[in-house]
């Protein structure tokens, strides 16, 4: 069983992957976002160090799917991951153009065909507002200089890809995290844990959510 978590920046994969690692008894895979050399430089000036920033994102993220994705799943055992490959192509669309962008393409093309596909993609989904105030509540340095737009921009991006479910090749989830606080909150957590459940017929599980449960699709 792999369950990937999606989102747009802010949005809290990481901190409901590892919410619900205990839950599930899974492996967990983070993104290693800090080691990318041009992402401080990219937020200040994006279009000048977007291809590096790109590229260097593209050949780790690949690695590391390629290397722990297949070893934990070898062994018969669960994974959860805080993302998926197939993101760092809208990131791509957002920051490249012309000969840069098709150049990426071609590699991401290529390099994906070798990504283990997850059984299910958990979207979570945020307005532009609630995303800033989560980013600034983390108050990470090289986000600070994050514009309003750009934030806007990947949201929509997001919203754009996972928001029709044709468009992933794996089981979709998604879930409204405006009105959430599964840090906080555990029967927020719960019922996020019940909606994965659901969708992948995997005991012990309720039917039904609760009407004020997060909308899932």
Avoid: W
């Amino acid at each position: 069983m792999y369950i990937a978590i999606e989102g747009a920046i802010g949005v809290g994969k990481t901190t409901l992957a590892r919410l619900l690692q205990p839950s599930f008894d899974a492996g967990l895979l983070l993104e290693v976002f800090e080691e990318n050399p041009f992402l401080s430089d990219f937020y200040s000036d994006r279009e000048r160090y977007a291809f590096q920033t790109q590229i260097f994102f593209l050949l780790s993220r690949y690695h590391q799917q390629r290397r722990t994705v297949t070893d934990i799943l070898s062994l018969d055992e669960r994974l959860i991951s805080d993302y998926t490959f197939e993101k760092d192509a809208l990131f791509a669309q957002i920051n490249l153009e012309s000969d840069e962008l098709e150049m990426y393409n071609k590699v991401h093309e290529a390099l994906a065909e070798k990504i283990t596909i997850p059984d299910l993609i958990v979207y979570l989904r945020a307005d532009t507002d609630t995303l800033m105030g989560r980013i600034a509540l983390r108050d990470r340095t090289y986000e600070r200089s994050m514009e309003r737009a750009y934030i806007e921009e990947v949201n929509q991006a997001y919203e754009a890809f996972f928001g029709d479910r044709n468009k992933s090749r794996s089981l979709l989830l998604t879930i409204d995290t405006n009105g959430l606080d599964y840090v906080q909150n555990g029967e927020d957590l719960k019922l996020v844990e019940n909606g994965i459940r659901q969708a992948l017929k995997m005991p012990p599980f309720q039917q039904e959510l609760p009407l004020n449960a997060p909308s899932v699709s």
